[in-house]
C-alpha cells in the first residue's frame, strides 16, 4: 500500500504531529508526504529526512499558502490518483483538509485512528473515549487522521527521501486567508509536553489564573492547559483547551487543579501517564482517575507547591 | 439570504455512554437523547443572523428515525421557520450526511450552511467539510466568529495555533466551535408555536442519495480503567510524590 502523509508545518518547521501520521502510515506500507503551501523548499528538504519517509511530493505555490483547505485539497486528491491511503494528523490543520480530500474521492473517512489493525481495519475512539470502535472500510482508497498521541513520532532524522514537484492546482478563489491571531508562549506546546499544569473555572478570574498557575509552569517547565470551562469564562485562550472537542494530551504528567473531571475533559487527558488532581471537592470525579490526589483550597496549595518545587 | 442548519439528535450531553455487553455498540436504550451541542450553537447562529436581518428564512434539516422530529421541533421551537426530516431507521455516516444535505441545497439554494463542528457520539468532525466539498463551496471550520457582509462571509476559527481570520465568498459553509454563540432556551410559548410549523419528511432514496455504509463497525470496547490512585494530606507528600515520580528533582 502506497500511502500519502500530509506534512503539517509553520514557519519553515515540521509539526510534531506529522511525525506521528509517518509512524500510522508505516504500519500500512510505503511511506510518500505532501508538503504544500508558499516556499516551502526547506519544509520538504526537512521531510526527506523524517525516517521512513520515500518520495516527498511538493506543491509550491502562493494560492496554496496557510494551508487552504479549498486549494489544498484538491492537490491531495489528484495525488491520491497514484496513492492508496491520506493520512493526515489529527489536529486543527489535517481535520480541516482530510474530510475534504475524502469526500472528493467518495471515501468514507476513519477520523482519529488509535491504532492499525490491518490494511483496512483501525480503532478508533468514539463518545468523548469512552468507547473505543474497531472499523473495517470497505473503500478501495483509504483516507485517515491519526490521533498524535497514540503513535510514536517518527526520528526527524534519518530519512533519505526524495523531492518531487507536483502540479500546484488553482487558485478556488473562494477562500483568503486574513491573518493568524497567534497566542504567544515561551512554554512548550500542549500536544507536545512533558509536563502539564491545567487549571479550571475554579480560579475565579483570569488574573488569578495567571498568576497562580503561570509560575507552577515556569518552575516545572510545563505548558499551561485548561479546561472549557475556564476558556469560556475567558480565563484563557480557546488554544488552551484539552477536551473531546480540544487538544488530546498525553504528557508524562498533568497535573489538574480545580478541573471537576467532566468526561469531556477527560476525553482529553485521560490517557497521560500520571495524573495528579487538586481540588477542594472530594468528590469530584476527576480523583477516580487521578494517581495522586489532594484535597483542598487552590488558593493556599497552588503558591505553598511552587514555593517548595 | 437563505440559511440551512444541519441538527442531529444523539446521547445528551450529560449521560456517561455505557458500552453495550455485547460489543455491537454503546447502549442507547431509555438514554436522554438532545440535539448535538454543537447544532445548537449553529441553530442559535442562524437566528442572530436573523435578527440582525442578514438572514431571511432558516431551514433545519435532519438525517435520522422518526424520533429525529424531536430535534427538529427544539430548533423551531428555537427560532428555526420550517424543517425538513430525512428519515432513516439506518446510522447514516458523515459522507451520506453531506450528500443528502448537499442534495437539499441544491433544492433549497441557501447562501449559508452552518453545522456543528462534530457530533458527539462518533466524533468524527467531518460532514461540514465533505459537504463544502461535494458543493465546491468554501468552508470555514470550528467557528468561533462569524461576520457575513457584501457576498462574502469573514470567519474566525479556533485552530491549535490561536485564532484564525478568513474570507470566503458566499455561497459557504459553518461548522461552529463552542465559543460561536451561547444557545437560547425554547420559551413555552415558542416550543407550542414549533408544533404548527411546517415540517417535511423524505426518505434518502426519494432524495436519491445511497446511504449504504463504508465503515463495518467490527466491535466496541470499553477504553482501559485508569484506577483511582492515593489521596495525599499535604502540599509536603505532594512534592513527595512528584520528586518519586521523578517530575521535579
Redesign the interface.
Known amino acids: 500500500m502506497k500511502t500519502l502523509v500530509y506534512v503539517e508545518h509553520e514557519g519553515g518547521q515540521i509539526k510534531d504531529a506529522t511525525l506521528a501520521a509517518v509512524t500510522a502510515a508505516a504500519k500500512l506500507g510505503e511511506v510518500h508526504a505532501l508538503v504544500a503551501g508558499s516556499n516551502v523548499g526547506a519544509v520538504a528538504d526537512a521531510a526527506t529526512k523524517i525516517a521512513g519517509v520515500g518520495k516527498v511530493h511538493v506543491a509550491d505555490g502562493a494560492h496554496l499558502d496557510h494551508g487552504l483547505a479549498e486549494n489544498v485539497a484538491p492537490v491531495a486528491a489528484k495525488l491520491m490518483e497514484t496513492h492508496d491511503a491520506f493520512v493526515a494528523p489529527a489536529t486543527t490543520t489535517g481535520k480541516n483538509i482530510a474530510p475534504r480530500v475524502a469526500a472528493l474521492l467518495d471515501v468514507m473517512q476513519i477520523s482519529e485512528i488509535l491504532s492499525v489493525e490491518d490494511e483496512n481495519t483501525f480503532t478508533r475512539p468514539i463518545y468523548a473515549g469512552n468507547a473505543i470502535a474497531t472499523v473495517r472500510s470497505s473503500d478501495a482508497k483509504k483516507v485517515l487522521t491519526v490521533r498524535g498521541t497514540a503513535f510514536e513520532k517518527a526520528a526527524r532524522e534519518g530519512g533519505s527521501g526524495s523531492v518531487e514537484n507536483v502540479d500546484v492546482g488553482s487558485d478556488a478563489g473562494s477562500s483568503s486567508f486574513v491573518n493568524l491571531e497567534e497566542s504567544k508562549s515561551d512554554r512548550p506546546e500542549l500536544t507536545s509536553a512533558k509536563v502539564i499544569v491545567s487549571g479550571g473555572r475554579a480560579f475565579g478570574s483570569s488574573e488569578q489564573f495567571h498568576a497562580l498557575l503561570d509560575p507552577l509552569a515556569d518552575k516545572l517547565g510545563a505548558a499551561v492547559g485548561a479546561s472549557r470551562a475556564a476558556v469560556d469564562a475567558g480565563y484563557a485562550p480557546n488554544d488552551y483547551q484539552v477536551g473531546q472537542t480540544g487538544k488530546i494530551v498525553a504528557p508524562e504528567v498533568y497535573i489538574a487543579i480545580g478541573i471537576s473531571g467532566a468526561i469531556q475533559h477527560l476525553a482529553g487527558m485521560k490517557d497521560s501517564k500520571v495524573i495528579v488532581a487538586i481540588n477542594k471537592d472530594e468528590e469530584a470525579p476527576i480523583f477516580q482517575v487521578a494517581d495522586v490526589g489532594l484535597v483542598g483550597d487552590l488558593f493556599k496549595i497552588v503558591p505553598e507547591l511552587t514555593g517548595k518545587l | 439570504m437563505k440559511v440551512l442548519v444541519a441538527v442531529k439528535r444523539v ?1 445528551d ?1 450529560n449521560v ?2 455505557r ?1 453495550k455487553m455485547d460489543g455491537t ?2 447502549d442507547l436504550t431509555n438514554v436522554k437523547m438532545s440535539m448535538n451541542p ?1 447544532d445548537e450553537i449553529a441553530v442559535e447562529e442562524a437566528i442572530r443572523l436573523k435578527e440582525k436581518g442578514i438572514a431571511t428564512e432558516i431551514v433545519a434539516v435532519s438525517i435520522g428515525p422518526a424520533k429525529a422530529q424531536e430535534t427538529l421541533r427544539t430548533a423551531l421551537a428555537m427560532g428555526a421557520d420550517r424543517a425538513i426530516l430525512v428519515q432513516t431507521d439506518e446510522e447514516v ?3 451520506a450526511v ?1 450528500k443528502i444535505v448537499a442534495k437539499v441545497a441544491d433544492e433549497e439554494q441557501p447562501q449559508l450552511i452552518i453545522l456543528g ?2 457530533a ?15 458543493l465546491g ?3 470555514g ?2 467557528t ?1 466568529k462569524l461576520d457575513p457582509s457584501g457576498g462574502e462571509v ?1 470567519v474566525t ?13 458566499l455561497p ?1 459553509v459553518i461548522t461552529t ?3 460561536l454563540n451561547e444557545p437560547r432556551y425554547a420559551s413555552l410559548p415558542n416550543i407550542m408555536k414549533a408544533k404548527s410549523k411546517p415540517l417535511a419528511t423524505k426518505t434518502p432514496e426519494e432524495i436519491g442519495v445511497d446511504i449504504k ?11 482501559a480503567k ?1 484506577q ?12 513527595g ?2 520528586k518519586a ?1 521523578g ?2 528533582a
Open positions: 446521547i450531553y456517561k455512554p458500552v455498540g454503546v454543537f455516516e458523515p459522507l453531506a463542528k462534530q458527539i457520539d462518533d466524533d468524527n468532525n467531518a460532514t461540514g467539510q465533505m459537504l463544502a466539498a461535494l463551496w468554501p468552508q471550520t470550528f468561533s469573514s476559527r479556533e485552530v491549535d495555533g490561536g485564532l484564525e481570520t478568513d474570507r470566503l465568498k459557504a466551535d463552542l465559543r455504509r463504508r465503515l463495518e463497525t467490527l466491535k466496541v470496547t470499553e477504553p485508569r483511582a490512585g492515593d489521596k495525599v494530606g499535604s502540599v509536603d507528600e505532594l512534592v510524590k512528584l515520580l517530575v521535579v
